[in-house]
């Protein structure tokens, strides 16, 4: 039987799908800001802090996973409140202005997350490939075509991609602090793991 290590396998946090949708929140985060926040307005700085702390406290806190999973779990859920004060921000720049906020139900909502967007690029693209079809459900049967909708919907479509995909992301982090609760709470922590491992090696 192999001997449990001293320090368990920790990092990875580059093939967790809650990092990968985390950073991707990030890099349209700050495109949106850039193209529709005032670069003057405290807003836009904070926006894209929290969608930075989202993704730099996933990857510190899978980082320090090896000698503190209480570090990992506190860290996890900073990356899920982090996303939560950013959907927040999303949520009053659409309720401020006017615009639609998307039901749970909306099927532009199913839509995106069927899209499986990877990069920033690949959103803006989609809310292009779809906007006119946004624009003729909000017209109510009025005429459009994909060449004469009006770039008014691309920040309402935008923000609501963006609400969106921290949605998912904050969902896959709530699995992963239930995972690593679980996992701490039946096998503990590093100063557990220590005395297991002497234990062993004075048997």
Same mark, same amino acid.
């Given at each position: 039987?192999?001997?449990?290590?001293?320090?368990?396998?920790?990092?990875?946090? #580059?093939?967790?799908?809650?990092?990968?949708?985390?950073?991707? $929140?990030? =890099?349209?985060? /700050?495109?949106?800001?850039? %193209?529709?926040? !005032?670069? +003057?307005?405290?807003?836009?700085?904070?926006?894209?802090?929290?969608? #930075?702390?989202?993704?730099? %406290?996933?990857?510190?806190?899978?980082?320090?996973?090896?000698?503190?999973?209480?570090?990992?779990?506190? *860290? @996890?859920? $900073?990356?899920?409140?982090?996303?939560?004060?950013?959907?927040?921000?999303?949520?009053?720049?659409? +309720?401020?202005?006017?615009?639609?906020?998307?039901? #749970?139900? =909306?099927?532009?909502?199913? %839509?995106?997350?069927?899209?499986?967007?990877?990069?920033?690029?690949?959103?803006?693209?989609? /809310? $292009?490939? %779809? &906007?006119?079809?946004? #624009? *003729?459900?909000?017209? &109510?049967?009025?005429?459009?075509?994909?060449? @004469?909708?009006?770039?008014? $919907?691309?920040?309402?479509?935008?923000?609501?991609?963006?609400? @969106?995909?921290?949605?998912? !992301?904050?969902?896959?982090?709530?699995?992963?602090?239930?995972?690593?609760?679980?996992?701490?709470?039946?096998?503990?922590?590093?100063?557990? +793991?220590?005395?297991?491992?002497?234990?062993?090696? +004075?048997?």
């Amino acid at each position: 039987m192999a001997k449990e290590p001293l320090l368990p396998k920790y990092g990875g946090y #580059r093939k967790l799908k809650s990092f990968q949708l985390a950073r991707l $929140v990030y =890099d349209i985060t /700050v495109r949106f800001c850039d %193209n529709y926040i !005032s670069i +003057r307005s405290r807003t836009h700085d904070q926006m894209v802090q929290a969608a #930075r702390s989202g993704v730099q %406290n996933i990857a510190e806190g899978s980082e320090a996973s090896g000698t503190s999973k209480k570090f990992e779990i506190k *860290l @996890t859920n $900073v990356a899920r409140a982090s996303l939560e004060e950013l959907k927040l921000d999303y949520e009053d720049y659409l +309720r401020q202005r006017g615009l639609e906020l998307w039901e #749970r139900d =909306d099927i532009f909502r199913q %839509n995106l997350v069927d899209a499986r967007c990877k990069t920033a690029d690949e959103v803006a693209q989609w /809310v $292009v490939d %779809n &906007s006119g079809r946004y #624009r *003729l459900s909000k017209a &109510s049967g009025q005429t459009s075509t994909k060449s @004469t909708v009006s770039t008014a $919907v691309y920040p309402e479509m935008a923000a609501n991609a963006a609400i @969106t995909l921290i949605t998912v !992301s904050q969902f896959l982090l709530q699995k992963q602090i239930n995972h690593l609760t679980s996992d701490f709470e039946e096998h503990g922590g590093f100063t557990e +793991r220590i005395y297991r491992v002497r234990s062993e090696r +004075r048997k």
